[in-house]
């Protein structure tokens, strides 16, 4: 997994007027989880670009005063009209220890049964795994190829890798439903007459 640096400054003063008073100098509040005792800083609003607008999951390098602090996104609050980022919160990680982490579904791959008609249902577009830092992937790959109308993926099917999905094997990932625009699925078809045809040649190889 990527992982973006940010650089930020450690800070005493935690009360509204505090944070307030750095958001105004475009700076965000910030609090480290996950080890000792919270870590309170604040960085640059800009700083937090790469992390939060992406569709892939990242890990951060916090460069705090000197010290380095390996970390992921836990929670981040934005304001509820301008959109900026208000605060967020880090929980650290360790090299040696697994961490949990959501993370986002590419779904890949041209479904027979979306071809034919059917709708694909996107159940999950991100899912929870544990795995040690160095293991934890940008995104996963669901591939959709195989799917004909009426077929489900299940969790099982999802890509794998040194990492484990905290979800039952039997979580549905996504389906193809009917729609009022569905075909008869002529693929299948296909397939069955040319089937037929190779078990007659191989009955009749004179014919």
Known sequence: MKSIT?????????????????RNAGEVPCVLYGGDEPVHFNA???AFKSLVYTPDAHTATLELDGTTYMAILQ?????????RILH????QIFEGKEVTMTIPVHYEGNSRGVRNGGVLRKTFRTLR?????????DFVIADITKLKIGDKLYITEVEQGDWKYLHPDNTVVCQVRTS?????DLEDDDEEE???EATEQAANPEA
Do not use: C, W
């Not at 795994?129 to 992937?137: M, Q, R």
């Open 180 to 184: 009022r625009n569905m075909v008869e």
């Open 75 to 83: 929670d981040i609050q934005f304001h509820p009209v301008t959109d």
């Open 194 to 196: 040319t089937e037929t």
């Open 44 to 46: 640059p609003e800009l």
């Open 129 to 137: 795994v544990k795995a040690l830092p160095k293991n934890l992937p």
């Open 6 to 22: 940010i650089t930020g400054s450690k800070r005493e003063s935690v009360g509204k007027k505090a944070a307030k008073a750095l």
């Open 88 to 91: 967020v919160d880090f929980y």
